[in-house]
Structures are given as structure tokens and as C-alpha cells.
């Protein structure tokens, strides 16, 4: 299994899953980029957009699916997430407002001069063959959820899946956990493939039980860690926004990270950690990093096995499951 970090924070999180034979299967977690930017960075980590299987979201603010119309509609891949969230998302895209991760709703006339301002920074125009950009966006029945073109003809299937439920997309099976975040239906998800697991919790105010035990089985952790606590109670936000991040569903700080890390940490395994979903306002990828790496000292735990990394808002990491069975550490204890 090969992961892609997109892009991770609150200018867009998107990342690429490979797995099976030659990465046969590929899916992305959120798509959360403006489309040019997403398709471009697929792009640069060797996937088109029709190489997709599907989209899994993990909740419906637009840093995390600002793209996905345009990979429904011009692609045809599926949006897979709770049938809240694919409700919701039905919602954004037929009223053209979204709600944003500050709480705040937009709408999509506002931010379409950012997005041309990102993706006009860019190089030139993708020209992608065989895509007709004039597709109605097509959309989606609130029962079956299936996205509907014309007179309620399924053109695109979305894939609804329970919180808590477990589901095959090709080579690799995904189960979704609850996690706790002011969206209606907020999901991390434990993804499986060829016997290593990567776990993603992002976006949520607490760290529950339930998302203890998906963490606990993870090769690759792909953790929020949002802002450091004082960074936060003294900067520059207003108070509403500052309590909202600190409740129970906002986001985790780099305290709250480091204590869920400690409650599921084995001793004995080695782990890889990217931390994500920094504010570039409430903490650095400095501070995260101190803040994570000084709690595990302190703990006892072996350095040499752990893998600390912050997640960029750029492209960032790639992880290979190849490296868990080429750990020089992991050799020398087999011997
Ligand atoms: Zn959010
Ligand atoms: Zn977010």
C-alpha cells in the first residue's frame, strides 16, 4: 500500500491510497483542493483522475471537497461517506453554499475568485482527454443515494456507508469510525491493504474510545494536531471561534494528539505518525513536532521506531507499506 499526502490543513486536504498489483486500486481520502490543484498533484504522484475508484470524505466542510464535483461530474467517481454527508454535500451542490471548517457557510460565487487566484499560480491548463467540462452536475437521491441526471436516471453512483461500517473497494477494505466535529456526520476511516493498516482522524474536538481503538491497529497514523492551546487562547481569533476549536467538536490540539498517541502506543511495533491539519495561525510544524516527540520521550518510548513527520499543506509525504518488512531496527530483532 502506497499513501500520498495531498495537501493537509485548512487550505485543503486530500490524500492518495494505492494498493493491490501495480497500485490497481486507488482512492483518495477527501478532496479537499480546487480541482486544477488536485488533478495536478495526482498528476505529479503518477494517478489520472480516472484512475480513481472513489473518493471516501470524511465530512462535508469545503477544505475537504471543494474538488469533488468535478471529480464526480467530469470522472464519474464516486463520493463514498455517510448518507448525512452525502445529503449535505447534495445540498452544497444544489444550492451552491458550503459550510466552512470556522463554522461559517459560503458560497460558491465567493470563493470562486480564490480558486482562480490558486489556480492561476499554477502552470498551464491540464488538458485531460475525453472529458466534456459542460456535464450538468448531476443530483443525488436522498434515498437511494445515487446522483440522478435528468429525469432521476442514476448517472453516477455514490456509495453510502455507515458509521461504524465496513466495506471492499477493490484491494483494500475500509472500515468508517464516528469522530466528533460540527459536520453531520463526521468519519475517520481504518483502511486495509495487503496486511498493513493506515489509520485517518482528522477534524474533531475529542479523542473517543471508539477512535482510540481504529488508531490502536494503525501501521501509519495520520493524526490531527491542530494548534497549540496557549497559540491559541492568546492569538488573534474572536472568542466564539476560539471556544468553538477548543469544544468537544472542533480540533485537536497538539496535547490532545500526544495523549492519544500515548493510550495507543505498542511498544514494541514501529509506527509512522503524520501529524496534520496544522493552523498556520495556532502552531507550527515545529511546534507540533516538539510538542509530539517531547511527550514520547518522556513516556519511554523508542524513538528509533517512531516515525514523527508533520504533514505539509503542499505535496507532502509519500509512506510505503515495503518500508514495515525493511525496518533496519525491525531486522535486528528478528535476530
Ligand atoms: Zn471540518
Ligand atoms: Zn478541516
Known amino acids: 500500500m502506497r499513501v500520498t499526502s495531498l495537501g493537509s490543513g485548512s487550505s485543503g486536504n486530500a490524500l492518495l491510497v494505492e494498493a493491490g498489483p501495480r497500485g490497481r486500486t486507488r482512492i483518495l481520502v477527501d478532496a479537499g483542493l480546487s480541482s486544477r490543484i488536485l488533478i495536478e498533484r495526482l498528476q505529479q504522484a503518477g494517478t489520472h483522475p480516472k484512475q480513481l475508484q472513489g473518493v471516501l470524505v470524511t465530512h462535508e466542510h469545503i477544505d475537504h471537497v471543494i474538488g469533488l464535483p468535478v471529480l464526480m461530474k467530469r470522472y464519474g467517481i464516486p463520493a463514498i461517506s455517510a448518507p448525512a454527508t452525502l445529503a449535505a454535500l447534495q445540498h452544497s451542490f444544489a444550492s451552491g453554499i458550503w459550510p466552512v471548517d470556522t463554522g461559517a457557510l459560503v458560497t460558491t460565487a465567493a470563493i470562486a475568485p480564490l480558486l482562480t487566484k490558486l489556480d492561476s499560480s499554477e502552470n498551464e491548463e491540464v488538458s485531460l482527454p475525453g472529458v466534456d467540462p459542460n456535464i450538468a ?78 488508531m490502536h491497529h494503525a501501521d501509519l497514523l495520520i493524526l490531527e494536531s491542530n494548534h497549540d492551546r496557549e497559540r491559541l487562547i492568546r492569538g488573534p481569533y474572536p472568542y466564539a471561534l476560539k471556544q468553538r476549536i477548543l469544544g468537544p467538536t472542533g480540533h485537536l490540539s497538539n496535547d490532545q494528539a500526544a495523549d492519544a498517541v500515548l493510550q495507543t502506543w505498542r511498544a514494541d511495533s514501529v509506527r509512522w505518525l503524520w501529524l496534520s491539519h496544522l493552523s498556520r495561525t495556532n502552531n507550527t510544524p515545529k511546534i507540533a513536532l516538539q510538542s509530539m516527540i517531547r511527550r514520547l520521550e518522556k513516556a519511554g518510548a523508542n524513538l528509533a521506531q517512531i516515525h514523527v513527520s508533520v504533514s505539509p499543506p503542499g505535496m507532502g509525504h509519500v509512506w510505503d507499506s515495503a518500508q514495515l518488512w525493511h525496518e533496519p531496527s525491525l531486522w535486528e530483532m528478528q535476530h
Open 137 to 214: 452536475l448531476p443530483e443525488v437521491s436522498p434515498e437511494s443515494g445515487m446522483l440522478l441526471h435528468g429525469e432521476g436516471k442514476p448517472v453516477v453512483p455514490t456509495i453510502a456507508m455507515q458509521p461504524g461500517s465496513r466495506r471492499l473497494i477493490g484491494d483494500i477494505e475500509v472500515v468508517s469510525f464516528p469522530v466528533s466535529h460540527d459536520a453531520v456526520a463526521p468519519s475517520g476511516y481504518l483502511i486495509t491493504a495487503g496486511g498493513c493498516r493506515i489509520c485517518i482522524a482528522i477534524d474533531s474536538g475529542e479523542v473517543t474510545p471508539t477512535m482510540l481503538e481504529a
